[in-house]
């Protein structure tokens, strides 16, 4: 029988009260380290979203930042954009002119087509920028110079093409004909098409600008003075009187009927097929008929509108000048209208009995060039 040789038994108390304080030792660590363990898995959330809220608000000054912002440059673009430059007439004082019909332009005529009687005048002898108005006379030259309606050209860039000039969805250095051209310059009043086919005429635009101010001469419009094709520029300058005049002439011209009255047209611009619609909300209007017009507007000439029309059984020519607000030329015109429609029947002259058949179907070459025109004496019969 083996004997036991390890501690007596008289040592087994100090052995497992030893023990006893390894255990509770070894417990209260343990519990410690719970204790610190909770502590960081408690402050570690604290931490991950802390940062979160923090990122968030400082990602939320920045952008509450930009957006007010870009608040206030729109607001400030907004302001910018009311405040117009003030138009030549307004400058020289006419938009303070009286009138019996209260109307909006500063300068305005009415004459009866066939016997020149005018019928309503205010300031129409008041030379002022014309805007695209321009646009008339250059379609009026390029006829002149018989050039092909078919011939392609190359949309060009128009020297004054800004953005506070032109919008344009003709694309630089897209391709189409004249004829497009103009039906668009003419219509929608396409600066990049007016310029283009004048940059086409025989000897460029510094002989296309020599010859509409030959042509002005020509048709007894002594006050008028072109610089280029489109109407951009402020120096582009006539009279009411002179416009008159401008219209009669371009009257003669039946593509110059046509396209200046069309309510819209698609062209192709590249691979996709684009459409413009006209300037003058009046071409569609039933209670109108019109036969030749154009519309034009820049800060320094205000609304302009000059069209031929037929109202209260006579052919007439309006011109508006200068017109204050951007419908305010359409409201002129329909004045001007409902006054007509309000004389009595004995003011109105005898409706001209239908021509024949036969001579509504004779070619418009016929026509004598100047045959008719108000300036074809050199006199001012208005």
């Known amino acids: 029988m083996r004997r036991y040789t390890g501690a007596p038994v008289s040592s087994w108390p100090v052995r497992l009260s030893q023990s006893g304080m390894h255990a509770r030792t070894w417990g209260t660590a343990l519990l410690k380290q719970l204790g610190l363990w909770a502590a960081g898995v408690f402050t570690l959330a604290c931490f991950l979203a802390m940062p979160t809220t923090a990122v968030a608000g400082a990602d939320a000054r920045p952008a509450a930042k930009a957006k007010s912002s870009n608040a206030a440059k729109s607001a400030a673009r907004r302001k910018v954009r009311t405040v117009a430059r003030p138009s030549l007439a307004q400058k020289q004082g006419l938009r303070s002119t009286e009138d019996a019909l209260r109307l909006k332009s500063s300068a305005a005529l ?25 646009k008339l006379m250059t379609a009026v030259v390029v006829l002149d110079a018989g050039q092909s309606m078919d011939e392609p050209i190359k949309v060009a860039k128009v020297a004054l093409d800004t953005p506070r000039n032109n919008r344009s969805r003709l694309r630089v250095g897209a391709t189409l004909s004249r004829g497009e051209l103009m039906h668009l310059a003419l219509m929608s009043s396409e600066n990049r098409a007016a310029y283009s086919i004048g940059a086409a005429y025989p000897g460029g635009l510094p002989e296309l600008v020599e010859a509409m101010n030959r042509k002005a001469v020509e048709l007894g419009m002594h006050d008028s003075h072109f610089v280029e094709p489109t109407g951009l520029s402020s120096d582009n300058r006539s009279s009411a009187h002179d416009l008159a005049l401008l219209v009669r002439a371009a009257y003669e011209h039946p593509v110059l009927r046509e396209y200046s009255t069309d309510s819209d047209a698609t062209v192709p611009i590249g691979r996709r097929m684009v459409r413009f619609h006209t300037t003058n909300s009046l071409v569609r209007s039933p209670s109108w008929e019109i036969g030749l017009q154009k519309t034009g507007y820049i ?15 006579r052919k007439l020519i309006m011109v508006l000048l200068d017109s204050v607000g951007r419908y305010s030329r359409i409201g002129d015109a329909e004045r001007i209208r409902h006054w007509l429609d309000s004389l009595p029947t004995a003011q109105r002259p005898p ?19 100047g045959e008719g025109d108000l300036g074809r004496s050199g006199s001012d019969t208005f």
Not at 110 to 132: C, F, G, H, M, R
Not at 301 to 309: H, K, P, Y
Not at 354 to 368: K, L, M, N, R, W
């Open 351 to 369: 409706e001209a009995p239908e021509a024949p058949a036969a001579v509504a179907h004779e070619p418009s070459a016929t026509v004598t060039e």
């Open 299 to 313: 800060s320094e000439a205000g609304r302009c509108l000059v069209m031929q029309a037929e109202l209260a059984g």
């Open 110 to 134: 009415v004459i009866d087509q066939d016997t020149d009687e005018v019928l309503y005048s205010k300031n129409a002898e008041a030379v002022l920028p014309i805007a695209s108005i321009t």
